[in-house]
């Protein structure tokens, strides 16, 4: 089988195609990698590799994502013989170009939603652009064999009857645990990733700033970068609300220990992530009705909220706060990463979906 990504460099984008090839393997699988050089020599995958020769960083985003399309379809056609199915993997919700050719050579495709659709995102394309990469996207599920989505409230947004839920994220339980015992730790809210507008951090501050959130001695630590982390700190840093700026992944189970919660009041997500590792340290989370989370979070384990208005946020932290069993719902976090979002669990769900595809 073949794995196709687009070759982009940041780091989480990296890591995430290391922890794909780990979930194959894990299933028995032998995958090679299609990507750009740079995003295959630092994932420190094993795995087979076939990069781009060319370097695309200096050309218009529209015509690197041809010249990567193109230089797919090359590999797959001269290649075809070794490949039994073809995921499509990060960024390959638009590589709609491979995605034909493999159906003229007969190969299996499985596309990953790996995100919310371009039109959905605060990018700063065009108009246009945006929506015509929806198109390219939607038209792309439409030609697949199989798509996998995070969880079930995306099914309906996929034009394409064989989709099935399978995270491709999944939790090294053993480095992210429950280091410290819940009932120790302080009244400490945290939040984990980008700092910008989608992610719903500055209405997050707000809900903070609220006298009744201060009343109750709450602390807040913010972890992330992004354009708006300058902005907000002016704005809302004090006493009681932390800007950390970037912290290294491996430090992030030290962080998650300090916390009674972790708030995801972002307004779309393809995961989060961050909500699992949180949870594998008996971290509950609250979160908004977005990506994996309505799958992820019941009333048992956490806090779904229907919108992230401050008020709104505000009320049920303090919501959350005033429940009488926090240290059963911090177990149950920790139990619900273990047995369904832990390595095992999720290369299962991605044999099952391979083997329905071929």
């Not at 700190?233 to 700026?245: A, D, K, P």
């Not at 594998?280 to 208005?309: F, W």
Request: glycine letters at 6%.
């Amino acid at each position: 089988m073949c794995v196709v990504s687009t070759p982009i460099t940041d780091n989480p984008f990296v890591k995430s195609i290391k922890r794909m090839e780990n979930i194959l393997v894990a299933g028995g699988n032998n995958p090679t990698f299609i990507s750009g050089k740079k995003t295959l020599s630092t994932s420190g995958i094993k795995s087979d590799k076939k990069s781009i020769p060319v370097e695309l960083s200096q050309l218009h985003p529209v015509f690197r994502e041809i010249a990567f399309q193109i230089f797919c379809c090359y590999t797959l056609i001269l290649q075809r013989d070794r490949y039994d199915i073809c995921l499509f993997y990060k960024g390959g919700m638009s590589l709609v170009l491979p995605c034909v050719v493999c159906k003229l050579l007969g190969i299996p495709v499985c596309v990953v939603k790996s995100g919310a659709y371009l039109h959905e995102r605060s990018l700063r394309h065009h108009k246009f652009i945006q929506y015509t990469g929806t198109f390219v996207q939607k038209a792309n599920f439409k030609l697949a064999d199989s798509v996998i989505v995070f969880g079930e409230n995306a099914i309906g947004s996929v034009p394409n009857n064989n989709t099935y839920v399978a995270s491709p994220e999944y939790i090294d339980v053993e480095n992210f645990s429950c280091n410290l015992d819940y009932q120790k730790r302080e009244k400490i809210i945290g939040f984990v990733g980008r700092i910008e507008e989608v992610k719903g951090v500055e209405k997050l501050c707000k809900a903070l700033k609220k006298q009744k959130i201060r009343d109750r001695d709450i602390k807040a630590i913010l972890i992330g970068d992004g354009s708006k982390l300058e902005k907000l700190e002016e704005n809302y840093s004090c006493g009681t609300i932390e800007f950390t700026g970037w912290v290294d992944h491996s430090d992030l189970p030290e962080f998650y220990n300090k916390m009674k919660i972790l708030v995801v009041p972002s307004e779309a997500e393809g995961g989060p992530i961050t909500a699992m590792e949180a949870m594998a340290c008996g971290t509950p989370v609250l979160g908004t009705r977005v990506g994996i989370l309505p799958d992820l979070i019941n009333a048992d384990n956490g806090v779904l909220i229907e919108k992230n208005d401050p008020e709104h946020i505000a009320d049920n932290i303090i919501s959350y706060f005033d429940k009488p069993m926090k240290e059963t719902i911090s177990s149950n976090s920790r139990r619900t990463i273990e047995e369904n979002y832990s390595l095992g669990p999720i290369s299962e769900k991605y044999n099952h979906v391979l083997k329905m595809t071929v």
